[in-house]
């Protein structure tokens, strides 16, 4: 059994030490854009790409690695980043099953619009908080906002931002928060 693991973070680490530690015999192979010399130590390749978000890059090496050696496989998208850019459909259609959601069913985690919207439709406000879905830049709107909210805050940009997608403002950093927006 191999698996294919994409990324090189700690994410991606505790996957392939859990799975390391599963079965010693598991063909671990990592793709990643950098080396992470923990990873490198436990699987049988690490394959460095430099475009690692492009879909096409990915697939090519996938059917390297799978030509090489036709064993079952699966792939392991460590980001949610590889879910945004659908290479879980990609893979599937190459045959190659994912342990993670296709691109449609990782909008949940990949938009925020999506997800307060989803909620909303099938009727689970109860399961998120006040919030306002802004398209454009309006300070005399974002202003009204912040004083309904009694100037006690968060902003969120939709789509992945790496964990720093949320910023935290009260009344002292009004003018941050509109640099921000």
Known sequence: MRFIILGSG???????????????NYNLVCISNIINPDIKKITS???IL????AP???????QKIYQKNQMETILIPGSEAFL????VDLALKYGIPSIGPSKTLACIETSKTFCRNYLRYNHLNEFQPSY???YDFNENRLLQIFEEYNFNF?????????GKGVRVFDKNSIKEALQHC
């Open 10 to 24: 700690g994410r991606e680490n505790s996957i392939i030490q859990k799975l390391h530690s599963e079965n010693k």
């Open 45 to 47: 390749e690490y394959h």
């Open 50 to 53: 430099n475009q690692i978000y």
């Open 56 to 62: 096409e890059k990915i697939l090519n090496l996938l």
């Open 84 to 87: 945004e850019i659908g290479i």
């Open 132 to 134: 306002e879905i802004l």
């Open 154 to 162: 968060v902003v969120k940009a939709d789509g992945l931002c790496g």
